[in-house]
Nanobody
Framework: VQLQASGGGLVQTGGSLRLSCVAS????????MGWYRRAPGKERELVAF???????FSADSVKGRFTIFRDNAKKSVYLQMNSLKPEDTAVYYC??????????WGQGTQVTVSS
């Protein structure tokens, strides 16, 4: 199983980025897909996840700014990030899981928001 994340980069406050995660080696439609992040010196935290049926959930810290969605035909999950803030700076990881299992993790993509 591989999860290949991309789309990170350097952006100014208020800017936008779209992260992508392409999965291979698994039956994508069976997996809940999520995005997590880890900022320097902080614990990893959930950003958003999308159910197998496409129902999204977002953490309060990003609600209204970030949107998660999936494309089962492309075996991909996306995180559209708007109105970025410096506190969004982190390494972002995608995850594929079934139920409450730990599942599989991608390699991470760096997002840096300058003030």
């Amino acid at each position: 199983v591989q999860l290949q994340a991309s789309g990170g980069g350097l952006v100014q406050t208020g800017g936008s980025l779209r992260l992508s995660c392409v999965a291979s080696g698994l039956t994508f439609s069976r997996y809940i897909m999520g995005w997590y992040r880890r900022a320097p010196g902080k614990e990893r935290e959930l950003v958003a996840f999308v159910s197998t049926r496409g129902t999204p959930f977002s953490a309060d810290s990003v609600k209204g700014r970030f949107t998660i969605f999936r494309d089962n035909a492309k075996k991909s999950v996306y995180l559209q990030m708007n109105s970025l803030k410096p506190e969004d700076t982190a390494v972002y990881y995608c995850q594929a899981r079934i139920g409450s299992t730990d599942g599989y993790w991608g390699q991470g993509t760096q997002v840096t928001v300058s003030s």
